[in-house]
């Protein structure tokens, strides 16, 4: 019997699928989050990919790799 985690895919993107991380991992990105603020050697789209992750929001496949 096929659950939602279990469902066939044909194709696919990177932006079709999430990610979702365990706490450990959260609380880690928390942390490079608060480095990467404001910081003028990461691009401004990373701090909103990693503010997604720290508020333990399911992120594409695309953004968390």
Known sequence: MAGK????LTESTG??????FSPEVTRQFSR???AVHDSEHFAPEIFWI???MTERKPV???SAI
């Open 32 to 34: 490079l989050e608060a």
């Open 50 to 52: 990693l503010q997604d």
């Open 5 to 8: 985690h279990t469902a066939r």
């Open 60 to 62: 594409s496949v695309r």
């Open 15 to 20: 932006n079709d699928l999430r990610v979702q």
